[in-house]
C-alpha cells in the first residue's frame, strides 16, 4: 500500500473545515484539523504531517508566526495557505517566510488535490487572480 500524504488543516470556519475534510480524506491521510494555529503546533511536536493546510487569521501576525515557527523547527513540511484574499504582498510575505503554495478558496477540488500532490513533491505553486503558476 502506498503512503498517502499526511496533512493538517487549520481553518477557522467549521463549515469550511468539515468540507475540506471531506474532500480531502479519501485521497490524503488527515491527521488533524484545527480552528486556530496555537493547537496545530502543539499537535505537530507529536506528530509532523508532510503539509499543512491552512487559511491566514486576521490579524495575519499570529499566522505569520506560526509558519515561522514550523518552518524553523521542520523546514522540510510544506504549508500551503488556502485564503479568500488575493493579495499579492501577503502572498509575497508567505513565500519570504518559507510557504509551498498561495492557493483560493475558488479553487475547485481536484485541482486543490493536484495542487497538494504538486507542492509534496517539491513544487511551489501560488494563484495569482484565476491561475494557478507552478513554479520549479
Do not use: W
Request: charged residues 30%; aromatic residues 12%.
Amino acid at each position: 500500500m502506498e503512503n498517502k500524504i499526511s496533512i493538517y488543516i487549520v481553518e477557522n470556519y467549521d463549515l469550511t473545515r468539515a468540507l475540506l475534510k471531506q474532500v480531502l480524506s479519501n485521497e490524503f491521510n488527515l491527521l488533524g484539523e484545527f480552528n486556530e494555529e496555537d493547537s496545530c503546533f502543539k499537535a505537530f511536536k507529536d506528530i509532523q504531517s508532510d503539509v499543512i493546510l491552512m487559511d491566514l487569521k486576521f490579524p495575519y501576525k499570529k499566522s505569520f508566526n506560526f509558519i515561522d515557527k514550523i518552518k524553523t523547527k521542520y523546514p522540510d513540511t510544506k504549508i500551503i495557505i488556502l485564503s479568500a484574499i488575493d493579495d499579492e504582498e501577503i502572498m509575497y510575505t508567505s513565500a519570504v517566510l518559507g510557504v509551498s503554495g498561495y492557493i483560493l478558496k475558488d479553487i475547485d477540488f481536484n485541482t486543490l488535490k493536484e495542487t497538494i500532490k504538486q507542492i509534496h513533491i517539491g513544487k511551489m505553486c501560488f494563484q495569482m487572480k484565476e491561475e494557478i503558476k507552478t513554479l520549479v
